[in-house]
């Protein structure tokens, strides 16, 4: 039965598939003009419109969705122009009829007949009219109604449709002649801007036109006659005034909307922009820069990260884009400069994360020489010894470059480069100790990123612009326990760079880190909690220092104000103390595991398998006499009237500095003199130069002495002073010389044991 249905209609199908297959290799053969390059459109997270490009042919060509344009529009444009564009297949054979009559009746062309799809066609490309090609255009048409849904070519159609001038497409048009956008058009204004496009070259809003209202009336009158659209609303349009005038297209966020048009493809591009909160923090930056104007800080910069999402909701690479005097299109964001003092925090977290490193844990903050290099502290002063978390919120360099040393610059570049830090990646040759004192580049981006993995629990995860951007989870590169404790000892109140906090209402808790580069040329704050992280950089783009450009002065107060603004309904919930961190008792002197000589206990972070449990040894007891006047062995101990002292014996770097900078601090007594076992560890003897010797010296010859001391195996290290200046550190045994320059020379030598002998030798000079 099927079969022979088949066999019956077989000879039909084979026609209709021929047809078919005919129409398909045509369509192969002569496709579809291809659709115009539209504007490239950044848009904010809420949609609004942040930029637009003209496109490579100079036209503000803007694609609207159809969810776009006021539904106004699309009804009198459907209505003026094609009343059964939903209903027929691209052609009306109604009208091509009617218009065919006309035409022979009259003898010349009449474009009556024109549906939307046909307008789309001869907006694609350009024919003249004759009767060939109107035949051309119609399978053209039929093309692109196979092609496209209805909505998709309407779009098209509200895409090309000319304005006059560069202007093409609804959206462009009433963002240039209205200033809003196309979904905000009033009726009488979407009427008006049904009749342009017949005529637009002298039909133009730019400019006082009578001829144009005179259309748009005569069009609202029709409307009315009609019914279509309410009286009421047809008879305010019809009073609505018009000001011809010509907008730009908006222009928010340039820097940030010129960095993702070169980062993304396409023709929009839907950014994570918070709209308020970019326009609050291009405020404040450019009302920052201005107050600072005068001390010669020109410029600036502020990214702002929504941490829960990663993404970027503020982004201000200038203080001023169209201001050429200071450089304004330049990106700070992007800009490659020193980082000051700001990757400290990361060498800490770091140093936790190994167990070597607790807030309360003493560092050596003294001059130091690291084979030639000689940092100093900003404010030019040593504070001898200091806890590991004063050290950081008060970012002193010594005690920073020696935990570099000590932890180790390769590793610490290496974990910079996995962190992102592509500049530096790019110099890993050339880096030294200097790096944690800002001697390499970073960009505000990579350094906000990474201060954003502190309100992370530790993961990196690379910053979204794209709202469609994938969400990542980045990579694991500190302890969740690190990242609390940096939190804590970077948010405490005792900071002395705190802003009067009297001046803000609203301020949440955050922890921040300022940096200075060398020169005074850029000055950093980046700041985080458990919402937001904020980076903000000042600076000239010309590379100019002024003394008012550090990150405590420039910086700090913007990010004060930034929080204060971004932030203002937090309840100021701050992180989870995670599990695994909790306090411990330490001695207060070293950050150590007291022993049972050390008397005062403080208590400091600790993480669980993570921290070592290093015990104190600063604190010895020495046998002395009652009136601690003598300090016995237990070679020379009396049987009675002594008595047991607790002791710090420092080590000998911090001892010869201590001594140097007049420090009292608690030292035992000499030695009883007349102990038989003192004299093997009574301290250096030293060898030369002599007390009972004349030196005869040769002015200006360069001539030298020798400095030659012994002692015993104990001691490992001999530290010379000249006049009580340091002057040399040798091993016992070993020689140094020194070209004395005058007479009256004093010459110390100090062991590793606290313990010195001098001698003062006379020079002759002939
Ligand atoms: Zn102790
Ligand atoms: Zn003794």
Known sequence: MHFELLKKYSGTAKIVLSFVLLLVVLDILFPLPPLKEYSKEILASDGTILTSYLTSDDKWRLKPNLDEVSPDLVKALIKKEDNWFYWHFGVNPVSVLRAAIKNLANGETVSGASTISMQVIRLLEQRERTYLNKIIEIVRTVQLELKYSKKEILEIYLSLLPFGGNIEGVKSASYIYFNKPPEKLSLAQSILLTIIPNDPNSLRLDKPNESVLKKRNQLIKRFEQKNIFLKDQLSDALNEPFVFQRNGLPNIAPQLCRFVRDKYSEDKINTTIDLDIQIQAERLLFNHVNRNWLRGISNGAVIILENKNNSVIAYCGSANYNDEISSGQVNGITAVRSPGSTLKPFLYALNSDKGTLTPKMQLLDIPTDFSGYQPENYEQVFKGEVTAEFALVNSLNIPAVRLLEKSGLEEFITFLEQAGM?????????????????????????????????????????????????????????????????????????????????????????????????????????????????????????????????????????????????????????????????????????????????????????????????????????????????????????????????????????????????????????????????????????????????????????????????????????????????????????????????????????????????????????
């Open 422 to 766: 592509n500049q530096i990646q790019n110099q890993k040759n050339k880096l030294g100790l200097s790096l944690i004192l800002g001697g390499c580049g970073v960009t505000l981006e990579e350094l906000t990123q990474l201060f954003s993995s502190f309100a992370k629990k530790g993961m990196l995860v690379p910053i979204r612009y794209g709202s469609e951007d994938e969400m990542t989870d980045g990579i694991k590169i500190f302890s969740e326990q690190s990242c609390y404790i940096i939190g804590e000892i970077l948010s405490g109140v005792e900071r002395k760079d705190i802003v009067d906090l009297t001046y803000y209402s609203k301020l949440p808790k955050f922890a921040w880190k300022t940096g200075t580069s060398y020169g005074k040329r850029d000055a950093w704050a980046i700041g985080f909690n458990p919402n937001y992280t904020i980076g903000v950089w000042m600076g000239n783009f010309d590379g100019k220092g002024s003394p008012f450009l550090s990150g405590t002065e420039a910086a700090v107060p913007l990010l004060f104000d930034l929080f204060n603004s971004v932030d203002y309904k937090s309840d100021s919930k701050w992180f989870d103390l995670p599990e695994g961190l909790a306090k411990r008792k330490v001695c207060s002197e070293t950050g150590l595991l007291p022993s049972a000589n050390c008397t005062n206990i403080t208590l400091d972070y600790s993480i669980k398998d993570v921290s070592r449990n290093t015990v104190c040894k600063l604190h010895q007891p020495v046998y002395v006499s009652v009136d601690e006047s003598v300090q016995y062995c237990t070679d020379c101990l009396p049987e009675k009237d002594y008595k047991r002292n607790i002791y710090p014996l420092y080590e000998p770097d911090l001892t010869i500095w201590m001594m140097q900078n007049k420090y009292s601090f608690n030292k035992p007594p000499e030695h009883y003199d007349k102990c038989q076992a003192k004299y093997t560890s009574i301290g250096p003897d030293i060898l030369s130069p002599t007390e009972d010797y004349e030196y005869l010296i040769e002015k200006n010859s360069g001539q030298e002495i020798m400095l030659l001391a012994a002692s015993d195996s104990r001691v490992k290290a001999h530290y010379w002073f000249i006049n009580d200046k340091y002057f040399s550190k040798t091993k016992p045994g070993e020689k140094v010389f020194y070209a004395p320059e005058k007479n009256n020379l004093k010459i110390t030598c100090l062991d590793d044991k606290g313990r010195d002998k001098s001698v003062s030798i006379n020079l002759k000079f002939y």
